[in-house]
């Protein structure tokens, strides 16, 4: 029974600890903790809320005397409870992980439920961040594209500039401006011994 656990603490260290639990789990949404504090925190959390849709000064001052936060409680009656306006309790949802490494403790994550709105919200957020993702992906998709058809036609120009300038460095000469031929000179011949006179016998 919600109430009843003494949690290995004194009442003062109890109530304490399970006011700062009930504080944190409605300024963030969750926690994790051991299965035991989980049921006294969500009891807790639950009349916390219940006292929230009631909205009047007395139960303002309720919730802070609870409370450890003024900015909770203000979130409390500003935006928790009215998403709870149409449902009669059952705000908080517990789920088992298991027995903790070390001392073997049931643990547990406790949060509040969402709500319709809430879920709508969520499905929103989601779809918008796809489609921010997809925009991005085709942008650079595009990008891309028109990058390799800038750099295309610049290598294109490039070699035909290469062309041009090859063409334009070794330029035809013409016949008038070409060297003038040497002319062949006549081999000479070399002039033959003189045939060895016979010696008359």
């Given at each position: 029974?919600?109430?009843?656990?003494?949690?290995?603490?004194?009442?003062?260290?109890?109530?304490?600890?399970?006011?700062?639990?009930?504080?944190?789990l409605?300024?963030?949404?969750?926690?994790?903790?051991?299965?035991?504090?989980?049921?006294?925190?969500?009891?807790?959390?639950?009349?916390?809320?219940?006292i929230?849709?009631?909205?009047?000064?007395?139960?303002?001052?309720?919730?802070?005397?609870?409370?450890?936060?003024?900015?909770?409680?203000?979130?409390?009656?500003?935006?928790?409870?009215?998403?709870?306006?149409?449902?009669?309790?059952?705000?908080?949802?517990?789920?088992?992980?298991?027995?903790?490494?070390?001392?073997?403790?049931?643990?547990?994550?406790?949060?509040?439920?969402?709500?319709?709105?809430?879920?709508?919200?969520?499905?929103?957020?989601?779809?918008d961040?796809?489609?921010?993702?997809?925009?991005?992906?085709?942008?650079?998709?595009?990008?891309?594209?028109?990058?390799?058809?800038?750099?295309?036609?610049e290598?294109?120009?490039?070699?035909?500039?290469?062309?041009?300038?090859?063409?334009?460095?070794?330029?035809?000469?013409?016949?008038?401006?070409?060297?003038?031929?040497?002319?062949?000179?006549?081999?000479?011949?070399?002039?033959?011994?003189?045939?060895?006179?016979?010696?008359?016998?």
């Amino acid at each position: 029974m919600p109430g009843t656990r003494k949690l290995g603490r004194p009442t003062a260290h109890r109530n304490a600890m399970l006011r700062g639990m009930v504080t944190y789990l409605l300024a963030n949404g969750k926690i994790e903790t051991t299965l035991t504090r989980a049921k006294e925190v969500s009891a807790l959390t639950e009349k916390m809320i219940t006292i929230g849709k009631k909205n009047t000064l007395a139960a303002r001052r309720q919730a802070l005397a609870f409370i450890t936060s003024e900015d909770v409680v203000k979130k409390l009656f500003d935006v928790i409870a009215p998403d709870y306006a149409d449902k009669n309790g059952g705000y908080v949802q517990i789920y088992k992980l298991g027995p903790r490494r070390g001392d073997g403790a049931e643990m547990a994550l406790i949060r509040l439920v969402a709500t319709e709105e809430q879920t709508a919200k969520a499905e929103e957020k989601k779809g918008d961040k796809k489609s921010s993702k997809k925009a991005k992906k085709s942008g650079r998709n595009e990008k891309s594209a028109k990058a390799e058809k800038e750099t295309k036609p610049e290598t294109a120009t490039e070699s035909e500039g290469a062309e041009k300038s090859e063409e334009t460095e070794t330029p035809a000469a013409p016949e008038s401006l070409a060297a003038p031929e040497t002319p062949a000179v006549p081999e000479t011949e070399e002039p033959k011994p003189a045939p060895a006179e016979t010696e008359n016998t």
